[in-house]
C-alpha cells in the first residue's frame, strides 16, 4: 500500500497544530485528524482564562504567530473590600504590598528574585526536549549536566535552596515569608491552579517554579488574554495551516493506529476508513494514546503499569455565567474589573477547599478564578475557573451540578452581592464533560499532574520521553509530554524536531 | 481469612501427616510459604529410586494460577514468548515469560483444558503480573496454590505404580499430555510432566484427596521401589537432565536488584522458546526482536564436562589466559552417568564459539582443608541424561 500522507497527526489541538505546520514547513504532506467539529481542543475558552505567550522559538519556527496579547495584572478579592493589586511588575507590586505590611513587600522583592532566578535556570530545559538517559548518548547527558550547571552557577547558597526548595509545600515557604493571609492565598492559588495537590502537599512550590518558567520567568506577570479570544488564536494558527497546505478532517475521530511488523503505518477512523503514512502523531493525552491508538495487546506490562499509574485526574471546572449586566464588586473599579479576579482568601482556605477532593467529593467554597468578558458591553460574560471540581466526584456530576454552581454563585456573592439578580444562563463544563467533549482521559488540562515524578525525562512516562512512543512510526506532541499544558505550543514543535531528526 | 500475619508460621501441605511420617531425618525447607522436606531419609537412597524405582514428591507448594475467560488463549499467547496458538487441548507446554526489556522472569508450564482455561505452573509469585498483564484482555485469575494438592511421581517404573493405583491406559499418555482420572472415587489430573528428565508423571487433585492418593500411591508401588523424595534428589536429577532453575542459574527479572544480572531467554539457553515469528505481540517482543537483530546478547548457559570427580561448585570459570569469563551455576558428581557435569554462565563468545579450552577452579574441602583443582573443563550438550524411556509411547511397564 502507498502512503497518502508523510505525516498524520491526532487531534487538532494548538500543539498539533503546531506540530502539523512546523512538518508541513519542512515539505511533508500533512493529514489532521481531529474528532470534535472545530479546530484548537482545549484551547476554547470554555476551558481555560488566561494563557502564558507563545515563545519566541514556537512561533519564529511556524514563521510568526500574528497574535495580539493583552497583558492582565491580578487582583485577589478581599470579603472586606481590601483586595491586593499586582501587576507582575517589581516596584509597582512593592509599593501596593507595602500598603499592608512593608515587611511582606520587602520580602516579596526577596521571593520574587529568588525564585525567577530559579525559574529561569529551569527555562532553557523546559523549551527543549527532554534527555533520554536510557539512551546514553553524550548529547543527552550534555542536557542533564546543562541543567544542573544552570542551577550550581546560581551560586552555593542558592544551589543549596533550590535543593532545599524542590520538595517543598508552598505553604511553609509562603508561612516562612510573609504575613498577610491574602496575598500568602494568591500566590498558593497560582502554586495549585490546575493540579492535584493542595498548598501543603509537598511538590506545589515546584508546580509554581514549572508555572513561572512560562509566564516570562515572573509570579504574577505574564498572564494573557489574547485579543480576539481563543478563537482569534485558533483561526490564525488554521490560516497558516492553510498557506502550509496542511489538510484538516474534522468530525473524524481515530479508532486506532494500522501496524505492520510492529511500526506504525496509518491510522483507522470510526467510520472504517484507512488512512496510511510514514509517521502518525497523538496530540491525544497518553492514556488514551497508549490504549487505544497502540492498544493494550501490543503493550508490555510494564508499560501498562505506568499508563494505568499515569496521574491525570482533572481538578478544575469551567463556569460562564452570562450576565445582563455588569455586577458590582465591593470597592472594584473599571481596571479591576478587567483583571484576573482570584478569590482564594489563605492557604487555609484553599487547603479547606482541597481536603474533599482527595476522597473525590466537591468542597461547596472553592477557590476561584475569575474573568469579566465585555464588560463595557450590555451583556457582559463572567467566566469562572472553580478548582478542586473533582473528576468523576463521588456524589456523581448529574446529580450535584445544580447545587455546586449555586453554591459557587454565593460564593460569588460575598464579593458582589448583586451577582445572583445578574444571571441570565449558567454554564458548567466539569472534567468530567471535558473527558467526553474533547477526548481527554481524566479531562485534565495538563493531560497529566505536573508533578516531579511526571515531569522532563519521566514525562508521560518513563521509556516513552522525547515525544516518541514504545511504537516505532508514532509519536506524541500532546500536553502529556514535556514541557506540559498551557498555551505554549512546545510540545508540538519538539515532537516535530524528533521527527524531523527520525527522518 | 482472618489470620494473623504477626504469627503465620509456614503453610503446610495437605500431604504433610504423611511426608511428616515419611521423614526420618525431620529436614524441611520453606517452599514459597510452605514446609517441606529437603531429605527423607538419604538424598543419595532418594535419587537411586528416583533413577531406577519410582519417586514421589510433594508439589504443592508449586505456585498455581487458573486462567479462565473468553480472552483466556490470546491472553496466555501474549504472556509468554513461545507460539501457544496452535496448542492443542489437554496438553502442556514449557514456556518462559519476559518482562519489557525482554528479560526472563521466570519458567513454567501450561497446561490448556480450552481455548478459555489454562493452568498456569510456576515457581515464582506472579499473580500480579498476570493482573496487570491482563489490561485489555477478557480473563480472570484464581490462585489455586493453596486449593490444589500436586504430586510428582517420577521414574522408570512410575508409570506401572500409576497403573496399578487406577489410572487406566495412562501408559499411552504421550509426554506433555495430560488426562483427567476418577480413581477412589475422587478426580485426579495426571499430566506427562516433570522435572527429572525421567519417565514420570504430575497428579493435581483436591486437598481433599491427598491423604488418600499419597496411601494409594505408596501401597501401588510397594513392589516397584517407590520411595518419597525431597529437593535435594530433585536437584541433582534436574542438573543431570539439564533443566534450568530461577534464581539458581539465572535471577528472575522481578528479583534482581543489579539491571546486569538480568538474563535474556537467549542467555540461558531458552532462545528456541522465543517465536519472534508469532503474529500477535508478547510481552518483551521488540526488546527481543532487537537483541536477535543486534547480536548483543553478552553470555549463554551451557552444560560443561568437567575432568575429574570433584564437583565444580560454584566455581569461576576460566580461559586458557586466566581471564574470568563465567561462574558453575549448578555442579554435581552424576551417579548415574559417572560424569563430572556443570551447568554454567558464560560471556560469549565462550560457550557458543570458544568451546575447548576453558577451565574450572575447583576448591574440594577436605576435612578442614581445601584442595585446588584447575580442571579443564568442555562445553557440552546441557541435557546431559536424556534416557529413551522418557519419551516412549507407549511408556515402559514393569510388574
Known amino acids: 500500500m502507498s502512503d497518502n500522507y508523510d505525516v498524520i497527526v491526532i487531534g487538532a489541538g494548538h500543539n498539533g497544530l503546531v506540530c502539523a505546520n512546523i512538518l508541513a514547513k519542512k515539505n511533508r504532506k500533512v493529514l489532521i485528524c481531529e474528532a470534535r467539529e472545530n479546530c484548537g481542543g482545549l484551547v476554547e475558552e470554555s476551558i481555560t482564562n488566561f494563557v502564558p505567550q507563545i515563545p519566541l522559538s514556537v512561533s519564529s519556527s511556524l514563521g510568526g504567530l500574528p497574535v495580539k496579547y493583552k497583558a492582565k495584572s491580578t487582583i485577589a478579592l478581599s470579603e472586606s473590600g481590601q483586595h491586593i493589586r499586582l501587576v507582575g511588575n517589581q516596584h509597582i507590586d512593592h509599593k501596593v504590598i507595602s500598603g499592608f505590611s512593608s515587611k511582606d513587600a520587602d520580602r516579596y522583592v526577596e521571593f520574587h528574585d529568588k525564585m525567577s532566578s530559579f525559574s529561569k535556570a529551569l527555562g532553557s530545559f523546559m523549551m527543549a526536549s527532554p534527555p533520554r538517559i536510557m539512551n546514553n548518548t553524550f548529547s543527552d547527558y550534555f542536557k542533564l549536566f546543562k541543567l544542573g550547571m544552570n542551577v550550581r552557577m546560581l551560586g552555593k547558597k542558592k544551589f543549596n535552596e533550590f ?35 493542595g498548598p501543603r502537599s509537598p511538590g506545589s512550590l515546584i508546580n509554581l517554579l514549572y508555572r513561572m518558567a512560562t509566564h516570562d520567568n515572573s509570579i ?5 488574554e489574547i485579543d480576539g479570544g481563543s478563537k482569534a488564536f485558533v483561526d490564525t494558527l488554521l490560516d497558516i495551516s492553510n ?23 496509518g491510522v483507522e477512523l470510526h467510520s472504517g476508513e ?79 477547599a482541597f481536603n474533599p477532593s482527595k476522597f473525590d467529593k466537591l468542597s461547596m467554597e472553592p477557590i476561584l478564578e475569575m474573568k469579566l468578558k465585555n464588560s463595557d458591553q450590555s451583556n457582559p460574560v463572567l467566566d469562572i475557573q472553580v478548582q478542586y471540581a473533582s473528576y468523576g466526584a463521588q456524589e456523581g456530576w448529574d446529580k450535584i451540578k445544580d447545587n455546586y454552581v449555586d453554591a459557587v454563585i454565593k460564593l460569588i456573592g460575598k464579593y458582589a452581592p448583586d451577582i445572583q439578580s445578574c444571571i441570565e444562563t449558567k454554564t458548567i463544563v466539569t472534567p468530567d464533560d471535558i473527558e467526553k467533549n474533547f477526548y481527554v482521559s481524566g479531562g485534565h488540562w495538563h493531560h497529566g499532574e505536573i508533578q516531579i515524578d511526571q515531569l522532563f525525562m519521566l514525562r508521560p512516562i518513563p521509556g516513552a520521553s522525547q515525544y516518541r512512543t514504545h511504537l516505532d512510526g508514532l509519536y506524541m506532541c ?9 498555551l505554549t505550543g512546545i510540545p508540538g514543535k519538539n515532537a516535530a524536531q524528533a521527527i524531523l531528526e527520525d527522518a | 481469612m482472618n489470620r494473623d500475619l504477626r504469627f503465620t508460621a509456614l503453610k503446610k501441605t495437605p500431604f504433610h501427616s504423611r511426608t511428616s511420617l515419611a521423614s526420618r531425618t525431620n529436614k524441611y525447607y520453606n517452599w514459597n510459604g510452605f514446609t517441606v522436606p529437603t531429605e527423607y531419609s538419604t538424598t543419595e537412597l532418594e535419587y537411586t529410586a528416583a533413577r531406577n524405582g519410582t519417586s514421589v514428591m510433594d508439589l504443592t507448594p508449586m505456585c498455581k494460577y487458573m486462567i479462565n475467560g473468553s480472552d483466556a488463549n490470546k491472553f496466555v499467547d501474549y504472556l509468554v514468548t513461545r507460539d501457544l496458538s496452535q496448542m492443542e487441548d489437554n496438553t502442556v507446554a514449557y514456556i518462559i515469560w519476559c518482562n519489557e526489556d525482554g528479560k526472563v522472569m521466570d519458567d513454567g508450564t501450561i497446561f490448556k483444558f480450552s481455548n478459555t482455561k489454562f493452568m498456569l505452573c510456576c515457581a515464582v509469585k506472579i499473580y500480579n503480573w498476570l493482573h496487570d498483564s491482563a489490561e485489555g484482555f477478557d480473563v480472570s485469575f484464581e490462585d489455586a496454590t493453596d486449593t490444589t494438592a500436586a504430586l510428582a511421581i517420577q521414574g522408570p517404573t512410575s508409570c506401572s505404580t500409576l497403573k496399578n493405583y487406577g489410572a487406566d491406559d495412562l501408559e499411552l499418555l504421550k509426554p506433555f499430555g495430560m488426562k483427567q482420572y476418577n480413581i477412589n472415587g475422587y478426580d485426579v489430573l495426571i499430566s506427562r510432566t516433570g522435572f527429572t528428565g525421567d519417565l514420570g508423571y504430575e497428579l493435581w487433585t483436591d486437598p481433599a484427596n491427598a491423604e488418600n492418593m499419597w496411601d494409594s500411591i505408596m501401597e501401588a508401588g510397594k513392589e516397584l521401589k517407590i520411595r518419597p523424595f525431597g529437593m535435594h534428589a530433585l536437584e541433582m536429577t534436574r542438573i543431570e ?28 539457553g531458552m532462545g528456541w522458546l522465543v517465536h519472534l515469528n508469532k503474529e500477535s505481540y508478547f510481552v518483551g517482543k521488540r526488546a527481543l526482536k532487537k537483541e536477535k537483530e543486534t547480536g548483543n546478547s553478552e553470555r549463554c548457559l551451557v552444560g560443561l564436562d568437567i575432568d575429574g570427580d570433584k564437583p565444580a561448585v560454584g566455581s569461576v570459570i576460566y580461559n586458557e589466559k586466566k581471564e574470568d569469563i563465567g561462574i558453575v551455576t549448578a555442579a554435581m558428581w552424576s551417579p548415574t552417568m559417572k560424569r563430572n557435569v556443570a551447568l554454567a554462565s558464560l560471556k560469549r563468545p565462550y560457550g557458543i564459539k570458544i568451546k575447548e579450552n576453558i577451565f574450572a577452579e575447583i576448591y574440594h574441602p577436605e576435612e578442614l582443608e581445601y ?10 550438550k546441557r541435557q546431559f541424561f536424556s534416557p529413551e524411556r522418557r519419551n516412549k509411547v507407549p511408556a515402559d511397564l514393569y510388574e
Not at chain 1, 504574577?220 to 494573557?224: A, E, R, T
Not at chain 1, 489538510?247 to 494500522?258: A, G, M, P
Not at chain 1, 497523538?282 to 510494564?302: H, I, K, M, Q, V
Open chain 2, 371 to 380: 584442595k585446588k583443582i584447575w580442571a579443564k573443563c568442555k562445553v557440552v
Open chain 1, 163 to 197: 535543593a532545599r526548595m524542590i520538595g517543598l509545600n508552598i505553604a511553609d515557604e509562603l508561612e516562612d515569608n510573609f504575613e498577610n493571609t491574602l496575598l500568602q492565598g494568591l500566590i498558593a492559588h497560582d502554586a495549585v491552579l490546575g493540579s492535584n495537590l
Open chain 1, 243 to 265: 498557506k502550509n497546505k496542511v489538510e484538516i478532517k474534522t468530525s473524524s475521530s481515530v479508532k486506532r493506529c494500522i501496524t505492520e511488523n510492529d511500526k506504525a503505518i
Open chain 1, 274 to 352: 484507512k488512512i496510511y503514512a510514514k509517521k502518525i502523531i497523538s496530540n491525544a493525552d497518553p492514556r488514551s494514546t497508549y490504549f487505544c491508538l497502540l492498544g493494550t495487546e501490543n503493550l508490555d506490562t510494564d508499560v501498562k503499569r505506568r499508563i494505568k499509574h499515569h496521574r491525570s485526574k482533572g481538578k478544575v471546572a469551567k463556569l460562564s455565567l452570562s450576565l445582563n449586566k455588569q455586577p458590582e464588586f465591593i470597592n472594584c473599579d473599571k481596571n479591576d474589573l478587567e483583571s484576573r479576579m482570584v478569590i482564594a482568601p489563605s492557604i487555609d482556605y484553599i487547603e479547606e
Open chain 2, 241 to 268: 537432565a539439564g533443566f534450568i532453575q530461577t534464581n539458581t542459574d539465572f535471577m528472575a527479572a522481578e528479583d534482581s536488584l543489579r539491571p546486569v544480572r538480568m538474563r535474556s531467554p537467549y542467555e540461558i
Open chain 1, 220 to 224: 504574577f506577570g505574564g498572564i494573557y
Open chain 1, 478 to 486: 500532546g500536553a502529556g509530554t514535556h514541557p506540559g499544558g498551557g
